[in-house]
Each structure stands twice: as C-alpha cells, then as structure tokens.
T-cell receptor
Framework: EPEVTQTPSHQVTQMGQEVILRCVPISNHLYFYWYRQILGQKVEFLVSFYNNEISEKSEIFDDQFSVERPDGSNFTLKIRSTKLEDSAMYFC?????????????FGPGTRLTVT | DQQVKQNSPSLSVQEGRISILNCDYTNSMFDYFLWYKKYPAEGPTFLISISSIKDKNEDGRFTVFLNKSAKHLSLHIVPSQPGDSAVYFCAATSSGTYKYIFGTGTRLKVLA
C-alpha cells in the first residue's frame, strides 16, 4: 500500500541553524501539507501546497518557513533559523485531488529538537 | 482561537462496548469533517469522513454523526477492540480551501 515517507526520523539542531525536513508524498497525489505537533498538544496546520505553489498557510508559517517541491517526488520544509520553540513533531501529508481529495494521508513524522 | 474542540481528553471503554468520541466546532464555514487515529510515534491515520450534506456516514465498525445545527460531530466505534486504543483527532475544513483545523484529541483506552 502506498505511503508517505519522511526523513530524517529525528533531527537535532542548534538554535539559529537551518534545517530541511524531507517528505515523499504518495505518487499520484496532488495536494501536499505540513503540520506540526508540539509535545502533548494538538496537530497544527502549517501550510498546504498545490500546483507548485502555496495554497494556504497558517499564522505559524512565517518568513522563517518555506516549502518546495524540487522534483517530481520530494516535498520539503525549510526552517531558516531555528528557535527553541520550533521543537516539535513535523508531519507531512498528501491527498489525492480527485474523489476523496479531502482525505489526507500522513507520514510518520520527523522529530525536530532544537537545542 | 479553538475552532475545533474535543472536550474529553480521555475515555475508557470496556472491550465489546461502544466508544463515543465527541467534537464541537465553531466555524459555520466548515463543511467537511474527518476523524483520525494516532498511535504514539506515528502519523495520524485517516479513519472516516463526512460532508455537511450528510448527517451520518458508516464504515465498518466506525460511524460518524454530524449535527450541523449544534455544530457537533461524534465518532462511534462498535464494538470497541483493544487495538482501538489510541488518540483520536477530529479535523475540519471548508471546501475550496486547503486548510485543516484539528481538535486537541481524545485518548481512548479500550480495556480487555
């Protein structure tokens, strides 16, 4: 069964450093998303991406964040200058775009620890 | 601004019984609702969804009910199994947007 994959599973970085989180969505999906979950809190929407551009973004997704689909398979989230409060689980998701397009399929997540 | 709320942080149910998880929303623009199950150290897994044109959707042991006037939805799991023990999130979105708002989650424990 197709699945969303994410790398790395755990990333440790120092405050102020740039990180890139990588995702490979399900191959025939057209919509891509990033979410984060701070420990013990709810899953928070960051951004959605369709047709090579951002469709929606939340208040959390400020200028420190960017997304890119550099090729036909990868979808990346870059945080330019990490802060302690960026420590969280980051989930990538994708959805088909037709039929049940609202149904999102999530990856296993990347745990980001900023020290 | 909590547009989607799950007021019960946890729920314990005996195996074989019904589990009822509740979710309330405030934004009347939401017209599509989803339920996800999440195990520790895994991403959320899609369970079932419902459009605002319906008031019920059923898939095997899972049924979602939507009460638009009350801005309330619920997920029924019958019969509950120990493998159902997980955190359950409801989420909402509006057609034409690509932004999903999640609730805070309810931890379900099914006792054998």
């Amino acid at each position: 069964e197709p699945e969303v994959t994410q790398t790395p599973s755990h990333q440790v970085t120092q405050m102020g450093q740039e990180v890139i989180l990588r995702c490979v969505p399900i191959s025939n999906h057209l919509y891509f998303y990033w979410y984060r979950q701070i420990l013990g809190q709810k899953v928070e929407f960051l951004v959605s991406f369709y047709n090579n551009e951002i469709s929606e973004k939340s208040e959390i997704f400020d200028d420190q964040f960017s997304v890119e689909r550099p090729d036909g398979s990868n979808f990346t989230l870059k945080i330019r200058s990490t802060k302690l409060e960026d420590s969280a689980m980051y989930f990538c998701a994708s959805s088909p775009g037709t039929g049940g397009w609202y149904e999102q399929y999530f990856g296993p997540g990347t745990r980001l620890t900023v020290t | 601004d909590q547009q989607v709320k799950q007021n019960s942080p946890s729920l314990s149910v005996q195996e074989g019984r019904i589990s009822i998880l509740n979710c309330d929303y405030t934004n009347s623009m939401f017209d599509y609702f989803l339920w996800y199950k999440k195990y520790p150290a895994e991403g959320p897994t899609f369970l079932i969804s419902i459009s605002s044109i319906k008031d019920k959707n059923e898939d095997g042991r899972f049924t979602v009910f939507l009460n638009k006037s009350a801005k309330h939805l619920s997920l029924h799991i019958v019969p509950s199994q120990p493998g159902d023990s997980a955190v359950y999130f409801c989420a909402a979105t509006s057609s034409g947007t690509y932004k999903y708002i999640f609730g805070t989650g309810t931890r379900l424990k099914v006792l054998a």
